[in-house]
């Protein structure tokens, strides 16, 4: 325990584990596949892809800083691809 600032301990100094308080990560992906063949070797496939369907914000963890005014809120979301909605539309022949 740091005798200088009581009451600012981690988990390691203590023993007691913290309980995990992150703001959970909520992603819905889609993915539809066909094949249509020609011939017997021929295979001509499409896929569409849709990642984050439901368009869920990603956000950053807390505040963690006791001396930050917005110390335990969450101010920020997420900034990088998985945390928006995109698709994708692929097609492959392979003969």
Same mark, same amino acid.
């Given at each position: 325990?740091?005798?200088?600032?009581?009451?600012? =301990? =981690?988990?390691?100094?203590?023993?007691? &584990?913290? &309980?995990?308080?992150?703001?959970?990560?909520?992603?819905? /992906?889609?993915?539809?596949?066909?094949?249509?063949?020609?011939?017997?070797? /021929?295979?001509?496939?499409?896929?569409?892809?849709? =990642? /984050?369907?439901?368009?869920?914000?990603?956000?950053?963890?807390?505040?963690?800083? &006791?001396?930050?005014?917005?110390?335990?809120?969450?101010?920020?979301?997420?900034?990088?691809?998985?945390?928006?909605?995109?698709?994708?539309?692929?097609?492959?022949?392979?003969?």
């Amino acid at each position: 325990m740091n005798a200088a600032r009581p009451g600012s =301990q =981690q988990a390691s100094d203590s023993g007691v &584990p913290v &309980p995990d308080r992150r703001p959970a990560l909520t992603y819905v /992906n889609v993915n539809f596949v066909h094949n249509f063949r020609f011939g017997a070797r /021929n295979t001509f496939q499409a896929r569409f892809d849709i =990642q /984050n369907l439901l368009n869920y914000a990603a956000y950053n963890n807390p505040i963690t800083d &006791p001396t930050n005014s917005n110390f335990g809120k969450v101010t920020t979301a997420v900034a990088s691809a998985g945390a928006m909605r995109f698709f994708n539309f692929v097609v492959r022949f392979t003969f």
